[in-house]
Nanobody, 126 residues
Framework: QLGLVESGGGLVQPGGALRLSCTASGLTFDRYAVGWFREAAGPERESISCTSSNDGGTVYADSVKGRFTVSRDNAKNTVYLQMNNLKPEDTNVYYC???????????????????WGKGTLVTVSS
């Protein structure tokens, strides 16, 4: 069954860190662009980062630049989102997505066959 599963969310104090995982089944990340998102007030989710399938480079949104880092473990077919110096405004549900597509800045833009996880909740609170 093709799909993505996020994990690693939880409760953390301001200034703390979490590492989210996005594990794929039935597909391999090296063929796809990968994006991380979180819920936003508007109709679209906020794009946090996008990793290109062409060169593996990652672009981050200004709101997380310098604090969040994306990495990948091909052997585990998992992409990670390391989140440091977390702030209360980072509290949200975080999603990963992958597919044939491209990165428009930090936004993943699928062209066809995109896959999404169901999200994992991150709560930053003292």
């Amino acid at each position: 069954q093709l799909g993505l599963v996020e994990s690693g969310g939880g409760l953390v104090q301001p200034g703390g860190a979490l590492r989210l995982s996005c594990t794929a089944s039935g597909l391999t990340f090296d063929r796809y662009a990968v994006g991380w998102f979180r819920e936003a007030a508007g109709p679209e989710r906020e794009s946090i980062s996008c990793t290109s399938s062409n060169d593996g480079g990652t672009v981050y949104a200004d709101s997380v630049k310098g604090r969040f880092t994306v990495s990948r473990d091909n052997a585990k077919n998992t992409v990670y989102l390391q989140m440091n110096n977390l702030k209360p405004e980072d509290t949200n549900v975080y999603y990963c997505a992958a597919g044939v597509g491209y990165c428009l800045g930090p936004a993943f833009r699928p062209l066809r066959g995109d896959y999404w996880g169901k999200g994992t909740l991150v709560t930053v609170s003292s």
